[in-house]
């Protein structure tokens, strides 16, 4: 399976062959990569992948037509696409409709950064949520009005819990 990946505007091909527990890879564009690799899925969203020696946990939550993915170096915004597709090349399109967004890991609610009803932007911080002892912001995947809120700050949060609706 070919794939076309951008990250942070650099554009990549992950060709991914599948066979029994691992998979082999090669990845080509600004930076070039090629092994094996094995994913097991943890809990939901949550991936353990394993490329040779070294192991990685990563998060991943759709966003819109983007995944967020967050690993230990921190949090980026990726976009997946087929290959063999041309249509999608270049085009950004924010997501339509409402947009829930949620917890990517157990935390704690430090402080909530638009009331309901605010305008935002897309990219704007909209929570402040402490997990595993680092203050993470989760913001807007796209610009729109905050039309729920459903947590409150001093409250305790599981992974994949809804926080807040944009619309």
């Known amino acids: 399976m070919k794939l076309r990946i951008e990250v942070d505007g650099e554009e990549y091909t992950l060709d991914v062959r599948s066979g029994g527990g691992e998979s082999e890879y090669t990845l080509q564009g600004a930076h070039a990569a090629a092994g094996r690799a ?43 696409s087929d290959a063999r597709d041309r249509s999608g090349r270049g085009k950004r399109v924010g997501p339509a409709g409402p947009v829930q967004l949620c917890a990517q890991m157990p935390g ?19 929570i402040v949520v402490e997990a595993m002892k680092m203050q993470n912001e989760v913001k807007s995947p796209k610009a729109g009005i905050i039309s729920t809120i459903k947590v409150s700050e001093g409250e305790t949060v599981a ?4 926080l807040m609706v944009v619309e």
């Open 159 to 162: 992974a994949g819990q809804a």
């Open 38 to 80: 094995s994913v097991a899925r943890i809990a939901p969203g949550v991936f353990s992948i394993l490329l040779g020696t070294r192991s990685f946990t990563v998060r991943l939550s759709p966003r819109g037509e983007e995944l967020e993915v967050w690993t230990a170096a921190g949090r980026r915004f990726i976009s997946i």
């Open 108 to 126: 704690k609610v430090i402080k909530l950064l638009a009331p309901k009803g605010a305008a935002v932007e897309a990219g704007q911080g909209l």
